[in-house]
């Protein structure tokens, strides 16, 4: 044991009793967390690093057990074996949140949803705290303060819901710093969020491992981000342990194939596609074309909402302000920008499951203009089968009642575009398209991973030969590898069929490897739009310059987040007053 250790993990093994065998989801994994120090667990989904995050705190759910190995946690009045202890024992109750802290992936469902934040962070503090109800209350503020909740002695009082992501994040943060553990478990706590958010959670853990001395098991599947805060790293592969170094080493030289094909995976997203950069010559020695898709000063106004007695729940909001932007035949158009920006708005109105306030989308698929926004139940229909959507989450999106066969035959049978055996012809050759197999047809959504849902998704969208398909954040819940996957996968698909995207994201690699142009939004507006590479490494905006260094690199050599670029909107009514004068 190293005099800074302060968790040891030996030859840990969890498994988990199914009806037909038994699953070893942690299989003989050994490392030690030091005194602050981060170690990051890396690995796909399914790899086993989320399970071992929960072994350590005794809280796998059923049929989970560790079945062997040791959990040792070095205090300084002696070492407790976590592993002996009963998994609702008191014991490991005094350990949960006063020494070992967790910061789950998903704060909306760790949250309760009927208490406020503060009642949450405040009853933390009365289980592992002797401070009375006053220095409990000043401490919620102040822990808000410290990760920079504004004005906390309001928002302590407010419920999950009226926080954004972003917010949720850092109130489970401050939760799990109440008690100033010497642990810091934080299980993919930035996957969901845009990549300024991200930075900004990154930096703030950074800043509290400084201050605290904790020290912090990261997991995640991001290289970038490994790259970013890691000081040493434990690769995962199918729940065994199989690379371990520090970050340096690891991106430098790593051994194993499984490490190398993960780091690779986000090496290659940091270029064009091949593929692209082959379309966009033979789309630059083609004649001029016409666009497929015209948004013309785009408006969608939220109106404010109240309950029945009157209280505001949530303030009007100018979702999408004025946008305009052209789609030619055969283009992927990116649009990134952080959440609530008007993204994913945007490409709800031009699909009509919004309606605009005002604008126009003229869609040109079958060779006269069509006004979407004028569009009746029947044309929209016509206009669904030319143009379709892929969701950000393959879990949500696909209805858990129905098969595949239903799922991705749907929209041909509510067109009546042919017989049910043609309709179950077209399904098997999507499947095999897609790189699943035709018997996978008779399944439900939940016997398929999160990348096979996706790939579902993507049939769906192709099942009625559309021209144009609007991708919402459609890998950003995927692995790395599997994204540029699926990338590719969309890539030969655009190819064959001359297909356009309208491809949304926060991932600005993602849109770098996929897209022939960039439209960037802020704050529901249009702030730069060009070129993908000439946005993504010469950007004339400086909100854009602030997205484009908050991206971390697949490098630990040039680590940057920490001295990356703030953008801060300018002040309406300093610039109305200026222009004024």
Known sequence: MTPDAVLTVRNMKTEFALRTHTLKAV????????????????????????????????????PGKITGGEVILHRDDGDIALHELGDRSKEIRAIRGADIAMIFQEP????????????????????????????????????????EIPDPERTADRYPFEYSGGMRQRAMIAMALACNPKVLIADEPTTALDVTTQAEIL????????????????????????AEIADEVAVMYRGQHVETGSVEEIFANPREDYTKMLIGSAVRLEEPSPIKVAMQAKMAASATREPILQVRDLVKQFKSKHTMLGKLVSEGVRAVDGVSLNLLPGETLGVVGES?????????????????????????????????????????????????????????????????????????????????????????????????????????????????????????????????????????????????????????????????????????????????????????????????????????????????????????????IADRHRYVAPDPELLTNGASA
């Open 27 to 62: 299989d003989d994994v050994s490392f030690t967390l030091k005194r602050g120090k981060t170690l990051c667990i890396v690995g796909e989904s399914g790899s086993g690093k989320s399970v071992t995050a929960r072994s350590i705190l005794r809280i796998v759910p059923e």
């Open 340 to 560: 609530g920006s008007g993204k994913t708005t945007l490409g709800r109105c031009i699909m009509r499951m919004h309606e605009p306030t005002s604008g126009s989308v003229l869609y040109r698929g079958q060779g006269e203009d069509t006004e979407v926004t004028g569009l009746d139940k029947k044309g929209l229909r016509d206009f669904h089968a030319d143009v379709r959507m892929i969701f950000q989450d393959p879990y949500a999106s696909l209805n858990p009642r129905m098969t595949v066969e239903q799922l991705i035959g749907e929209p041909l049978r509510n067109r009546k575009l042919g017989t049910p055996a043609e309709i179950r012809e077209r399904v098997a050759d999507l499947l095999v398209r897609v790189g699943l197999k035709p018997e996978h047809m008779e399944r439900y959504p939940h016997a398929f991973s999160g990348g096979q849902r996706q790939r579902i998704g993507i049939a769906r969208a192709l099942a009625p030969n559309p021209k144009i398909i609007i991708a919402d954040e459609a890998t950003s819940a995927l692995d790395v590898s599997l994204r540029s996957q699926i990338l590719d996968l969309l890539l030969e698909f655009q190819q064959a069929l001359d297909l356009s995207f309208i491809f949304i994201s926060h991932d600005i690699s993602t849109v770098r490897y996929f897209c022939d142009r960039v439209a960037v939004m802020y704050r529901g507006e249009l702030v730069e739009i060009g070129k993908a590479r000439e946005v993504c490494d010469d950007p004339s905006h400086a909100y854009t310059k602030a997205l484009l260094s908050a991206v971390p690199r697949p490098d630990p050599t040039r680590r940057r």
């Open 108 to 147: 909306m469902s760790s949250l309760s949803p009927v208490h406020t934040i503060g009642f949450q962070i405040d009853e933390s503090l009365k289980l592992h705290t002797n401070l009375d109800k006053q220095a409990r209350l000043a401490r919620v503020v102040e822990l808000l303060r410290r990760v």
């Open 203 to 226: 930096d703030l853990i950074q800043e509290l491992q400084d201050e605290y001395g904790m020290a912090v098991m990261f997991i995640t599947h991001d290289m970038g981000v490994v």
